[in-house]
Every structure is written in structure tokens, then in C-alpha cells.
């Protein structure tokens, strides 16, 4: 079965700095999709970024981008000049064709 | 576009009533939903998928007799929490996707539904 591991449980980031968020995934498949949700207080999940396995190139949305290094089965988001609306919940997730399976999720802070 | 309705948002209610949550999909054919659990500070964990027309896929670990799921209609999937009791309190969250158990369409999210019982 497909697991997705996100080893960091809170990362902290200062206002306008970057941080980037872990996730390690693992699956026999090679076309897959993986994904970055975000979860603010209100619980809502929002769609960040999405990245095709058979795609070289990193996805990238405004102010997000990933690392997706599918040797290593690693997909890394990088968020640039961070926001206080950035602090949430971030999910890692993988999806091929079964539903979405997610990592247990890194809370974000997001200093002023 | 892809936009799904879960209903109610917050309900509280007394031990031993069934509680019904509503998952719609308004501008796309739900073909397969999915019905997520979120303790707090945890993960969404997969309760069971349904298609439309078909009996709910229930997780290992979740009890069908307890959470009844019904999808008769492509924009409608509903959860029935059957004799809630204060376990039961929880974040559920529902998330639908066109196209059958092979589709590589996204998954949409509803807004979660908080369930407390008393």
C-alpha cells in the first residue's frame, strides 16, 4: 500500500523568509499524482500545488513550488516570501488512481 | 468550477440519535465520492468510497452498519452516523471526483461537517 510520510510535525518561518516543507512518499507505480493541501483554522482543504509523476519539470503556483525528486520518492514544497495567511495546516498527499492518501500533516507558523 | 456543498457545517446533538451529513457536487457528475474522518490535530483518514448506484467500500476498521452511505444520485452522497455516541465526535469531511474507480480526475473537498455529541 502507498504511504506518505511527512517527518516534520510544525515548522515555524518568519514573515517574507522561505521555508520548505518535507514529504517522502512510497509506491511501486510510476505514474502517480501527488499533492499539497493546505488546512487553515477554518478546516477547509485547499488545493496548493499538484505535480504529475511523469512530468520532469517542478510544478510551480505563484509563490509556491515543489522539489519532486522521484528517484528519491521526495516532494518538497518550497514556500517563498511567506505570508501570516500561509499559517495552516500542509498535507502531503498521493493519488494514482485510488483516493488520496495523506501525511499526517506539518503546521505551519508564520512569524511577524 | 468543481465546487461541493457538504451540509450541515456544525451539528450538535444528544447520545443515541442518528445525525445525516449531505455531500453534493453542484456543477459536475459525482461519480465517486469519498467519506473522510479528521480527529483533531490528526490526518483525514479514508472512511469508505461509493459510486454512484453501488454499495459504499468501507476502509478495514469502520463499521457499516454504523456509518450508512448512500449515493443514489450523481450530485448526492449521504452519511449517517447511526446511534451517535460522544466517540463519534469528529470532522468529517467529503470529497468527490467524476469518473469511476480507474479515473484519474481530481478530487474535490467539501467544507467539513463538525459532529459533537452531547
Known amino acids: 500500500a502507498q504511504t506518505v510520510t511527512q517527518s516534520q510535525p510544525e515548522m515555524s518561518v518568519q514573515e517574507a523568509e522561505t521555508v520548505t516543507l518535507s514529504c517522502t512518499y512510497d509506491?511501486?507505480?510510476?505514474?502517480?499524482?501527488l499533492f499539497w493541501y493546505k488546512q487553515p483554522p477554518s478546516r477547509q482543504m485547499i488545493l496548493v500545488i499538484r505535480?504529475?509523476?511523469?512530468?520532469?519539470q517542478n510544478a510551480t503556483e505563484n509563490r509556491f513550488s515543489v522539489n519532486f525528486q522521484k528517484a528519491a520518492k521526495s516532494f518538497s514544497l518550497k514556500i517563498s516570501d511567506s505570508q501570516l495567511g500561509d499559517a495552516a495546516m500542509y498535507f502531503c498527499?498521493?493519488?494514482?488512481?485510488?483516493?488520496?492518501?495523506f501525511g499526517k500533516g506539518t503546521r505551519l507558523s508564520v512569524i511577524a | 468550477g468543481a465546487v461541493v456543498s457538504q451540509h450541515p457545517s456544525w451539528v450538535i446533538c444528544k447520545s443515541g440519535t442518528s445525525v445525516k451529513i449531505e455531500c453534493r457536487s453542484l456543477?459536475?457528475?459525482?461519480?465517486?465520492m469519498f467519506w473522510y474522518r479528521q480527529f483533531p490535530k490528526q490526518s483525514l483518514m479514508l472512511m469508505a468510497t461509493?459510486?454512484?448506484?453501488?454499495?459504499?467500500?468501507?476502509e478495514q476498521g469502520v463499521e457499516k452498519d454504523k456509518f450508512l452511505i448512500n449515493h443514489a444520485s450523481l450530485t448526492l452522497s449521504t452519511l449517517t452516523v447511526t446511534s451517535a455516541h460522544p466517540e463519534d465526535s469528529s470532522f468529517y469531511i467529503c470529497?468527490?471526483?467524476?469518473?469511476?474507480?480507474?479515473?484519474?480526475?481530481?478530487?474535490?473537498f467539501g467544507d467539513g461537517t463538525r459532529l459533537s455529541i452531547l
Open positions: 461509493s459510486n454512484e448506484g453501488s454499495k459504499a467500500t468501507y
Open positions: 505535480q504529475e509523476a511523469y512530468k520532469q
Open positions: 498527499a498521493y493519488k494514482k488512481t485510488t483516493p488520496l492518501v
Open positions: 509506491t511501486s507505480e510510476s505514474d502517480y499524482y
Open positions: 456543477d459536475f457528475q459525482a461519480t465517486t
Open positions: 470529497s468527490a471526483r467524476d469518473g469511476g474507480r480507474d479515473s484519474n480526475q481530481p478530487q474535490h
